[in-house]
């Protein structure tokens, strides 16, 4: 317990280390969302080696941390409604087990962006900003699975007994 | 990649590239005149042909010049709706967030809140 306690704590900060590397990068392409979401590789990465629950709670910590440290109310408005759409597709996507790691992130980062998109609509109450649904959904599913080979190499390069964290 | 891997990704192209071709059908026109609005209610319409400052109740300015509305200055932090570039066409729009505004490209003098309508444009 206290082992997976620390291993929790680890990822946690791990996430929030990302979640300040991407805010250094301009990685801007003229369309407002588009995103590395280098910390979705922590999230599967947790996903795969802990479970749903635990990563859920990271997901969770990281947004409100990241939010209070470099963001504001917006983007945690932001960053939940993106994080927990694509968190609940890729759990399906797991459980349903017809796709790999790849193909989890890859739904992750396209839900991530759609979930974005919607609150962003409902916020500023205009439908049209459906017009950047088309460069998002591609942005997403790029990004989703460069970031879904960086996890399947890492989980890969684990020693078989540590695949699991129990 | 499993098989199934690929098939996600071609079926989010498609499904990219089918609204692709729905927004520019709808969309590919230049537009008249730009709506702004401030949490959702309408704030002005101001058209496109004629240059202008458009000051935005203080927290965002809007400049209208060549066609074109950019938004030129906000004093939220992110400034993502600065960065963003100049919209010209039917149902572009420029959001600034943490403001509530919204400068929205429309082909016509329909500003009753309906989405523009670009056949109406063409029969006017």
């Known amino acids: ?166 | 990649m499993k098989k199934n891997d690929w098939m996600l990704l071609a079926a989010v192209i498609v499904i990219a590239a089918g609204l692709y071709v729905v927004n520019t059908w709808i969309i590919h026109k230049p537009g008249k005149e730009v709506v702004v609005t401030v949490e959702g209610k309408l704030y002005g319409t101001y058209p496109l042909n004629e240059d202008a400052v458009i000051d935005i109740q203080g927290t965002n300015r809007l400049e209208i010049r060549d066609g074109k509305a950019d938004m030129v200055w906000a004093d939220c932090p992110d400034k993502l709706c600065v960065h963003q570039k100049a919209i010209q066409r039917n149902g572009e729009t420029i959001v600034c967030l943490p403001n509530q505004v919204v400068a929205e490209v429309k082909g016509d003098g329909n500003t009753d809140g309906s989405e523009a309508d670009g056949v109406d444009a063409v029969a006017h």
């Open chain 1, 1 to 166: 317990m206290r082992h997976k306690i620390a291993f929790l704590g680890m990822f946690t900060a791990f996430a929030l280390i990302a979640s300040y590397i991407e805010s250094l990068i301009p990685f801007y392409f003229g369309i407002p969302g588009v995103k590395l979401g280098l910390t979705n590789a922590v999230i599967v990465l947790v996903l795969y080696l802990m479970g749903t629950k635990e990563a859920l709670a990271v997901s969770f910590a990281r947004i409100l941390l990241a939010g209070f440290l470099f963001g504001n109310l917006y983007s945690i408005l932001y960053s939940l409604a993106g994080g927990m759409l694509s968190f609940l597709v890729m759990v399906l996507l797991k459980r349903w087990n017809r796709f790999s790691v790849v193909g989890v992130s890859m739904a992750g980062g396209v839900f991530h962006n759609v979930g974005q998109i919607l609150v962003a609509m409902a916020v500023v109450e205009n439908v049209s900003l459906a017009y950047y649904m088309p460069p998002l959904l591609i942005s997403g599913v790029i990004t989703g699975m460069l970031i879904g080979v960086a996890a399947r190499e890492v989980l890969k390069k684990l020693p078989a007994g540590n695949r699991r964290i129990k």
